[in-house]
Every structure is written in structure tokens, then in C-alpha cells.
């Protein structure tokens, strides 16, 4: 199969480009500025032309606190790019699928989101993805939509390796304890794609690890691994703060966790624990020289 992955040098793009290589796939990965999503006229062109039997569309604006300044690029890259693929993809005839997020939910209910719960984004960014998803799906009925959560990976910048570096240096760790999600690992959630797309599902798909968590439980997580791992660990506590000690511009929602079970039957294997896929995250981060 001919796959168009966009935003392919991102965090998770990049473990897309190579999971659908290594299953023997051709693989089509445009540099941003070969496809610049700011462009949708121009990028539309490009799309067309590569007449690819997939696209998976990882590219993003994902500055969650600069999408407030920059509302503009946000929604031209996240929604009026984004539903340009879809319609590039309906007149190719390729498949699709598009890549969003838990802040599309504002955070009010104490049960994890279903696909079918109602949206309420509470930044910028999270409204611009919003509009992306139903701008793919108005365009592309037969489109996937796979929200994830909490995304982190060996590649690009993330919290893992920002808690790794500040706990490296021996600097003090205060971290908000009333937003509640679940970290995810990349390599899971190309899983999860790569089992999407071989059954050819459409509609949209909660995916993330198992269990929740608060970023300070996560960041307590990273340093207690990291440290049985053998990492260098020097700040040993993390201070648990409210979110009004760590006031940032976007609004983030207090509880974001996604419910998985209609993705389930879909996988090939168990959805594992965060704090599971952590630790293989870890290893794997041990093992690359040219991941920091
Ligand atoms: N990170 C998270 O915690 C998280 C959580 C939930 C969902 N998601 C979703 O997961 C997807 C992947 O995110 P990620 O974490 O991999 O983010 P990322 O590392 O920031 O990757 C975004 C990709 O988009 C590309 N891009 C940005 N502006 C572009 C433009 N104008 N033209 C072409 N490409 C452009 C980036 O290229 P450059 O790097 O060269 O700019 C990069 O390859 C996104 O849809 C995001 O909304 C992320």
C-alpha cells in the first residue's frame, strides 16, 4: 500500500513513518515545508498527486499555549488543512485517517469521554481540532478519526523528557495534581493505526493506554522508573500544586480521560497499563544514542 503520512517528522509521525515502513508498506513522508499545511490551496495540489492509498495525517499545530496568539495558524492547520486532505482524499479515492485530541472535551464529567460525547473545547487549540475532526468527517464520512491523549515518545519534544532533563539536573520538580488523563506512548498508538487501517474502520476512536493519572503522578512515575532503570535521578520528590500555581495561557481540561472500549474489539492485543508502556518507553530511550 502507497501511505502518505503527514507531519512524518513529529513525535508520533515519526514512529508512524517507521512502524508502516517495517510492514513492508511504501511510505510517503513530505518534509513540512514539501507540504506546508499553512497552504491548504497548495497542499491540496500535492495530496492529489501523490495518489496514495492512505493518508494519515499527524501533522498538527500543536502549541497549545501559542495557539491563543496564533489562532489563525491553528485553524488553518488544524482545520481548514486538515479537511483539505479529506476532500483531496474523497476525489483520489484514498483512505483517511486523522489524528486528534482529549482537549477537544472541556473537562466537566467524572466519567471517561465516549466518541459519542458532545465536544466542548476550552483553548484554541482544542477548538481548531474540533472543527478538524468535523471538517474530515463532512468531507470524508469513511474517515477515521483516532483521538489520543498525553502523547509522548522517544522522538520530539514531550513531558517524559522534560521531567528526565529537570530531574537530571537536580532542579526542583512542582507539578499540577488536578488535571487527570492517561499518558500514551506512541509506539501504542501506531498500534492501534495499524489496526484500524488494515480493517479499514471509519468513524471516530477513542485511543489511549490503560488506567489515569494526574501529571504530578505521571512525573513520580518517570522519576521512579527512570531511577530502577538507571537514568540519572537526582531530584528524588515531586511537589503536587494546583493548577492556579501553574497558571498557563490556554485553558487545559481538569479531567480528559478517554474511554477505550469501542476500540477494543479492533486491537490485537490488550490495551497496556501507562505505567507499563512507561517503562518500555524508558528502555527504548535508554537504548538510542540520537533520541535526546
Ligand atoms: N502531543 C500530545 O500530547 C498530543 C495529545 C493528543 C493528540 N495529539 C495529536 O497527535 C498528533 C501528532 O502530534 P505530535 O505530538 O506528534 O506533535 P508534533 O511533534 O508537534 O508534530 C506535529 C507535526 O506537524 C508538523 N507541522 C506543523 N506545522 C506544519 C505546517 N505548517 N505544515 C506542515 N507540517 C506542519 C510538524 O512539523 P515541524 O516539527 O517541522 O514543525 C510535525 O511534523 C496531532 O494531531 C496532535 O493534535 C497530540
Given at each position: 500500500?502507497?501511505?502518505l ?5 513529529g513525535?508520533l ?17 513530505p518534509?513540512?515545508?514539501?507540504m ?7 497542499l491540496?495540489?500535492r ?17 497549545v499555549?501559542r495557539?491563543e496568539?496564533?489562532?489563525g ?13 479529506a476532500?483531496t482524499a ?9 489524528v ?19 465536544p ?13 475532526d468535523r471538517?474530515?468527517?463532512a468531507?470524508?464520512p ?10 509522548y ?7 517524559v523528557k522534560?521531567?528526565?532533563r ?14 487527570v ?14 489496526a ?8 471516530v476512536?477513542?485511543f ?12 513520580r512515575?518517570?522519576l521512579a ?13 515531586v ?5 492556579s ?14 474511554d ?8 490485537a492485543?490488550?490495551i ?8 518500555n518507553?524508558?528502555?527504548?530511550l ?7
Amino acid at each position: 500500500m502507497r501511505v502518505l503520512v503527514t507531519g512524518g517528522n513529529g513525535q508520533l509521525g515519526t514512529e508512524v513513518v517507521r512502524e508502516f515502513g517495517r510492514l513492508g508498506h511504501e511510505v510517503l513522508a513530505p518534509l513540512p515545508e514539501e507540504m506546508d499545511f499553512l497552504d491548504p490551496d497548495g497542499l491540496a495540489a500535492r495530496v492529489a498527486a501523490l495518489q496514495a492509498d492512505w493518508i494519515i495525517n499527524c501533522a498538527a499545530y500543536t502549541q497549545v499555549d501559542r495557539a491563543e496568539d496564533e489562532s489563525g495558524q491553528a485553524f488553518t492547520i488544524n482545520r481548514d488543512s486538515a479537511g483539505r486532505l479529506a476532500e483531496t482524499a474523497a476525489k483520489t479515492g484514498a483512505r483517511m485517517l486523522h489524528v486528534s485530541t482529549d482537549f477537544v472535551f472541556d473537562g466537566k464529567q467524572t466519567r471517561p469521554y465516549r466518541e459519542d460525547d458532545e465536544p466542548g473545547p476550552l483553548s484554541v487549540y482544542g477548538c481548531s481540532k474540533w472543527e478538524g475532526d468535523r471538517a474530515v468527517l463532512a468531507a470524508l464520512p469513511g474517515a477515521i478519526v483516532l483521538r489520543t491523549a498525553w502523547v509522548y515518545g522517544v522522538h520530539g519534544h514531550n513531558f517524559v523528557k522534560t521531567m528526565l532533563r529537570i530531574a537530571g539536573e537536580g532542579k526542583p520538580l512542582r507539578v499540577v495534581d488536578d488535571q487527570v488523563g492517561t499518558p500514551t506512548w506512541t509506539a501504542d498508538i501506531v498500534q492501534a493505526m495499524v489496526a484500524l487501517v488494515d480493517a479499514a474502520a471509519s468513524g471516530v476512536f477513542h485511543f489511549t493506554a490503560a488506567g489515569e493519572t494526574s501529571w504530578c503522578g505521571f512525573a513520580r512515575a518517570i522519576l521512579a522508573e527512570a531511577d530502577r532503570l538507571g537514568f540519572e535521578v537526582k531530584t528524588r520528590t515531586v511537589e503536587a500544586i494546583p493548577t492556579s500555581e501553574y497558571p498557563t495561557p490556554a485553558t487545559r481540561p481538569h479531567y480528559s480521560v478517554l474511554d477505550t472500549h469501542k476500540i477494543r474489539p479492533w486491537l490485537a492485543s490488550p490495551i497496556p497499563s501507562w505505567r507499563d508502556s512507561l517503562i518500555n518507553m524508558l528502555k527504548e530511550l535508554q537504548a538510542c544514542a540520537d533520541c535526546w
